[in-house]
Structures are given as structure tokens and as C-alpha cells.
């Protein structure tokens, strides 16, 4: 059988060792001998994260902690300010619209970072907003937003909450929660996780807890009182994700014995190889000048059918990439670094790319971007250890 390489920006490839703990027979999430799993995998979150707070963990995607973080920190009537410059931030406009949140959107050009200048002026424009809502890593785009310029321009005033979508961002680039200030970070299992789909966390300051206890929309499933009360003493509040927890136990011992600084360095390494190969085969990148680490997203050449380009890759290749969404569908390309690959999986993603391109009938020097890759990644010191 040729071999599968997902390396899409989410779900990513799960290694064995993680695969194999997630095969261990089902433990009962009410059973005592979850409370030390779950005491673990909760410390090790609070690592990754980098907070003093513990972090919770939802049986969920990632867009039901975004949910969770709108519907327990404001109320229905107040304001805030969200960076829409992609289909996540389009995600949260949406999000605070259901819930009958007034939004003030800064809308940012699909492939840019926010300009900090920008949400400044929202806020003059809103002075009563109650929260600033961004994407880390906007993964519609490759995009990695200012996230420290940006907590420090709302913390300018006391009461306003910096509410931040890490569902492509934590584990990959540095976002030291409790260092630069962020109220609420959310991220999902199936990114940097190195797992499956299907949990999603959520981190709260102390400012954020306490506006737990006062928001007013309505909230059942993800009503983090609840799950504050519960996992205080390790429990969940609803049926936990045993087997996903229990993968999580492996794969954060694996991103600790890493290292955090090491694991960061793998994915800006990676992406930035993946910005030379495409570089030098020619294409455009969406977002040369605020790349994120954990996804590089790339033009589809003109004259090439962008859903043909993803298809052939899958299926004469057995190499899954993403299209694009939204506005982008059709017209970009999305190689993802998060999970279980490296830098020969780069590699082969490169090579797969020169041979659509050839095969679909675009002009392209074959081993072009693959050498560039291999230059790139030889210098930056990659090794598989
Ligand atoms: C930045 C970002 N936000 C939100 C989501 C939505 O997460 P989910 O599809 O797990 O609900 C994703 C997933 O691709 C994402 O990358």
C-alpha cells in the first residue's frame, strides 16, 4: 500500500506512541483511577499554555471552546471588537452575531497580519467594548497575528478581555499566555496536539474567571461554571473523551521532552522551508510577511484549476493538503507542520507539488522547490533524532 501523508493544517498525522495509548482499554471517566490522569494531562496543558491557570478540557471541536469563551465572558448587548481577516475571524463575528453581541470589526486583507494601529482605532470607535477577539494563527490565511502588541493595547484599559482563538497557535508559536496578559486562549486537539479531533481546551485569567460568573448568555453544555466546579476536582462535568485524554497523557510527554523552545523551532523551521520550495518553483505565498508556523498557504498558479491541483495530489500522490476556504476556495493551497511530520514529509510535499504542477501542465523545473527545501532545512540544522 503507498503510504498516506496528512498534511493537511488540521487534522494532522498521530504517531504511534500516541495511537498505541489511545488503544489501552477504556477507562470509566467517573472510575478513581481517572483523577490522576486527568490531574496530569491538566498539568501538562497549563505548561503548554504557559499559565498559573489550570486548563479546561472540553469533549468538543475547536469552534465549540470558541463558542465557550463568547458565552461565558459578555452578554448579549455589549460590544467588542473582532479581527476578521480570514474565515476564523469571520467565525467569531458570527459567534458574538448568534448570541446578540455587538460586533465592531477590523477587517484586515485576506493573507495580512492586523495592524495594531487598526484595532486602536476600533477601540476609539467602540470605547465601551468589552473584548477583543483575534485569531492567533488565522489558518484560513497562514497568517500569524501581533497577539503581544495586541494584549497590551487592550489591557490599555483595565476591564477589557483579550480573547484569543489558539486553535492553530498554541504549541506552535510562543503565545506565553500568562506573560503578555491573555484572558482567554482556545485550542483544539487535532493541530499541535498531536492527536485525533475531538477536545478542545480552554484557558482562562483571572479576570476571565470572574467574568464567568457575571456573563448573561445562555449556556448549558458549555457552561464553564460548571466545568470550573467539576475539574477542581478532576472531574469533567459531562461524559470525558477517556481515549483522547489518555492519548494526550503521550502526546504531552512527548511535546515536554521535546521542549517547548525545540518544539516551536520545528514548526517555524518547517514552515519557512516550505516557503523556500514554493518560493523558488515560482508561486506566491498568501502571507510572505506574516507567515504562521503551523501552515503555509500558497496561490494556485494562474491557469491551473486550484481543486483539481488538491485532488491529484490525493489521489495520484497519496499527499493531502488543503484547498482554501471561503473567498480562497479554489485559489490557494494550504501545507500544514503541525503533528507527526518532518522534515522529509516537507520534503515530499514539495515534490508532490512540482509533479501536479507538471501533470496538470504548468511549466516547472522539477527539483527546483524540493532543492530549495533541502537547502533550507540542511542549514536550519534539521535532523530526524
Ligand atoms: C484558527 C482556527 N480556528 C477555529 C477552527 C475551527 O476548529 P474546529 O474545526 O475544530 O471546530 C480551526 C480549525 O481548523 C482553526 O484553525
Not at 477507562?27 to 490522569?37: E, Q, T, V
Not at 498531536?194 to 458549555?222: H, M, N
Not at 512527548?254 to 523551532?265: C, D, N, R, S, T
Amino acid at each position: 500500500m503507498p503510504k498516506y501523508r496528512l498534511l493537511t493544517p488540521g487534522p494532522v498525522a498521530v504517531p504511534e506512541r500516541v495511537r498505541l495509548a489511545m488503544a489501552q482499554t477504556l477507562l470509566h471517566h467517573r472510575a478513581p483511577a481517572f483523577i490522576p490522569l486527568f490531574r496530569e494531562v491538566r498539568a501538562g496543558l497549563s505548561r503548554v499554555f504557559q499559565t498559573a491557570q489550570d486548563v479546561l478540557v472540553l469533549a468538543s471541536s475547536g469552534t465549540g471552546a470558541m463558542e465557550a469563551a463568547v458565552v461565558n465572558t459578555l452578554s448579549p448587548g455589549d460590544r467588542v471588537v473582532v479581527v476578521r481577516g480570514g474565515k476564523f475571524g469571520e467565525r467569531w463575528a458570527e459567534i458574538c452575531a448568534v448570541h446578540g453581541i455587538a460586533v465592531e470589526n477590523v477587517d484586515v486583507g485576506w493573507g495580512r497580519a492586523v495592524e495594531p494601529d487598526a484595532v486602536r482605532a476600533a477601540f476609539a470607535r467602540a470605547p465601551d467594548a468589552r473584548a477583543l477577539l483575534v485569531q492567533a494563527c488565522e489558518t484560513s490565511t497562514g497568517v500569524y497575528h501581533p497577539i503581544r502588541e495586541l494584549a497590551e493595547l487592550t489591557r490599555e484599559r483595565a476591564d477589557r478581555l483579550i480573547i484569543v482563538d489558539g486553535i492553530s497557535g498554541v504549541g506552535v508559536h510562543d503565545l506565553p499566555m500568562d506573560a503578555w496578559g491573555l484572558d482567554v486562549v482556545v485550542s483544539g486537539s487535532q493541530k499541535s496536539w498531536l492527536l485525533p479531533p475531538g477536545l478542545a481546551f480552554v484557558a482562562l485569567s483571572e479576570r476571565a474567571r470572574a467574568a464567568v460568573q457575571t456573563a448573561r448568555c445562555p449556556r448549558y453544555y458549555f457552561d464553564l461554571r460548571k466545568e470550573l466546579a467539576a475539574q477542581a476536582s478532576d472531574q469533567t462535568a459531562w461524559t470525558a473523551g477517556v481515549s483522547l485524554i489518555l492519548g494526550l497523557r503521550e502526546a504531552l510527554a512527548m511535546i515536554l521532552e521535546e521542549g517547548l523552545p525545540a518544539v516551536f523551532a520545528r514548526h517555524e523551521a518547517l514552515a519557512r522551508a516550505t516557503r523556500a520550495a514554493m518560493s523558488a518553483l515560482g508561486l506566491r505565498l498568501v502571507a510572505p510577511d506574516a507567515p504562521s508556523f503551523g501552515c503555509t498557504a500558497v496561490y494556485v498558479p494562474d491557469g491551473v484549476d486550484g481543486r483539481r491541483f488538491v485532488q491529484h495530489l490525493r489521489d495520484v500522490y497519496d499527499v493531502t493538503i488543503m484547498g482554501g476556504q471561503g473567498r480562497f476556495e479554489g485559489r490557494i493551497f494550504r501545507i500544514g507542520h503541525m503533528g507527526d511530520v518532518d522534515g522529509f514529509d516537507m520534503i515530499s510535499a514539495a515534490a508532490a507539488v512540482e509533479m501536479t504542477l507538471a501533470d496538470l501542465g504548468h511549466p516547472v523545473r522539477i527539483g527546483e522547490g524540493a532543492r530549495a527545501m533541502i537547502e533550507q532545512l540542511h542549514k536550519s540544522g534539521f535532523r530526524k533524532v
